[in-house]
């Protein structure tokens, strides 16, 4: 029998995998959820260097969210990290959603990063 864990690693490695093979040099958005928090990152898989990041836990956001939990905290964080690559020179990203569905926050975080200016 697998632990919880175990799936979680290997549904991210699969993931992963998939995404090496169509990135095509692009910069990687991944997306971590705790359960009181969100955070996101824009990731050189080729430098191995973070190029924007964001998270609800910024100060720029913790005086206008209520919590870091909710889909408007993942919404605010994805406009801010897109602004982020954006002004870093980052346009074209590919979207790790690391082992969690793409629903609820973490669909929130990558529609409010389209609008921001990103295309995946």
């Known amino acids: 029998m697998s632990t919880q864990q175990e799936l ?3 549904r991210r490695a699969r993931l992963r995998f998939q995404l090496r093979r169509k990135a095509g ?6 997306v971590f959820r705790s359960g009181k928090n969100i955070y996101a990152q824009v990731i050189d898989d ?3 260097c973070t190029l924007a990041a964001a998270s609800s836990l910024d100060k720029e956001l913790r005086s206008s969210l209520k919590t870091g939990a909710n889909k408007d ?3 605010a964080v994805g406009k801010l990290v897109a602004q982020r690559a954006v ?6 990203v590919v979207f790790d ?8 926050r973490v669909k929130a975080l990558a529609e409010a990063a389209r609008e921001g200016g990103l295309s995946f």
């Open 8 to 10: 979680r690693n290997r």
């Open 73 to 75: 905290s993942a919404g």
């Open 87 to 92: 002004a870093a020179g980052v346009s074209q």
């Open 25 to 30: 040099g692009r910069p990687r958005l991944s």
């Open 46 to 48: 080729v430098r191995g």
């Open 97 to 104: 959603r690391g082992s969690y569905l793409y629903h609820g």
